[in-house]
């Protein structure tokens, strides 16, 4: 394109993009910046964003408060590494949020990215096990479910999602079963959890929504009905709070609406307002009691260079400062209903199958997804940044954005689908 900038053409050449078939892809939009619900284009043109940068850019782009914090922090220290020191932000940071989540979730293994954040709660779920002398080395996962893109991940993930068959051989074989969502599946699940105690370290789940497997609802009772089955058979269980935490499905985090206490919960994205690589894994003292010993051999076997990010831990200071100040609890009801009245009439146009929300999570599912990837371009016509996958157009927007902006989403989705 004539007006793309300089760095775009000179660079385009050597970089490899995410699950991008790189050569029939249509090309990257090119970013100046963003600011606000706003994405701005090389070439000048605004998009309003419904998605949040992959869910993370909970209180917009470029917030003022969480920006102050990070130059602060740069002043005095970017980062140093986490083996033998610690620092104020990381230990602010982890008091903060064992204060937050529900009880004796008190120890945080802070990390980067999501998957690094699941793979140290599936390593301390194994070496748990270990340390207590069993060998416990599966993990028991649910169909349609997400965790990450590491290869321990992937053999947590549903095996669409995680590719199992092309990379047989590679991935760990774990234990797949559907979501208990009936009394009946829960007594079917306790019974099969019961039967594979032996081997299995930990139930891994996200809680009340799986996103990435297509953005599917389920109740508390499922969770209750995991912990309970945990419970009685000796199991440990992991939630992974990484797209669901701080306020997306409309409580601090989606296991407030279950009341329980997994043994790990992960968290990421919205941590830091999407603004830095960051996550923790947060483990039940009794979890960490089992690692507590006068032997060295039983010591957590994990910790990445950038692990603690003193600039990273910053942002996410900040950023529950946010969450603590203003009323997201409130801001995300007021979205949830405008999103549930402002896309009810997508439900006639022809192609919909089904129009469902919960929290600041919108989801319009399609009957025919043939012409999904024709649909992109269309959204950036209406100056939205919408991504419709697998079957359904959905939105997940900063949880500050105000009144008329959702409304050019939603209406840029009606008009698109021809509601
Ligand atoms: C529920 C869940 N778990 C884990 C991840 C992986 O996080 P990351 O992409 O930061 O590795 C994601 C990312 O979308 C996610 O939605």
Redesign the pocket.
Known sequence: MADNPTWYDEGLGYIWLPYTQMKTATPPLPVKSTDGVRITLADGRELIDGISS?WAAAHGYNHPHILEAMKAQLETMPHVMFGGLVHEQALKLSARLADMLPGDLNRCFIAE???VS?EVAMKMAAQYFMNRGEKRTKFVHFRGT????TLGTMAVCDPEEGMHGLFKGMLAENLLTDLPRTPEDAERFAAFLKVNAPDVAAVIT?PLVQ??GGMVFHTPETLQWIRQACNAAGVLMIV?E??TGFYRTGTRFAIDQAGIVPDMVTL?KALSGGVAPL?VCVARDEVFDAFYDDDPMKALMHGPTYMAHALGCAAANASLDLFEQEDYAAKVALIENQLMAELAPCGFADNVKSVRVKGAIGVVQLKDASGIEALKPRFVEEGVWIRPFRNIVYLTPPLTIGKEDLSMLTAAICNVLGA
Not at 146 to 149: I, L, R
């Open positions: 992959w990215s999501g998957s699941v997400y965790h990450g893109d996200e996103g990435a992974d990484i797209f990421s996550s």
